[in-house]
């Protein structure tokens, strides 16, 4: 069994920033980071595939950065110049390899981000 642990959010004023990380029991070989607002939809805000290209959504590139650690089982997502419609859940959702075992869309619990005067 494996799984996928968040942590960083929180409330931070616009223009502010935020680093959140994901850390998997395993090793991370593809990670994605999602969000979802009230009352929309959940919506891919980056990706860092196995051969590690680097995808964001427009409205946070530039804004954004993917990365993981040389350990490679911690992602973390940075957030710069937050605005209001930063505000939402932020789940990570990795492909993983255990041993020799490899487990496929595994998401974390969310954490939250509010960003707010």
């Known amino acids: 069994q494996v799984s996928l642990v968040e942590s960083g959010g929180g409330l931070v004023q616009p223009g502010g920033s935020l680093r959140l990380s994901c850390t998997a029991s395993?090793?991370?070989?593809?990670i994605r980071w999602y969000r979802q607002a009230p009352g929309k939809e959940r919506e891919l805000v980056a990706t860092v595939t196995s051969r590690g290209i680097i995808t964001y959504m427009d409205s946070v590139r530039d804004r954004f950065t993917i990365s993981r650690d040389n350990a490679g089982n911690t992602a973390f997502l940075q957030m710069n110049s937050l605005n209001p419609g930063d505000t939402a859940v932020y789940y990570c959702?990795?492909?993983?390899?255990?041993?020799?075992?490899?487990?496929?869309?595994?998401w974390g619990q969310g954490t939250l981000v509010t960003v707010s005067s």
């Open positions: 959702n990795a492909d993983l390899i255990s041993g020799r075992a490899r487990y496929f869309d595994v």
């Open positions: 395993g090793s991370i070989y593809s």
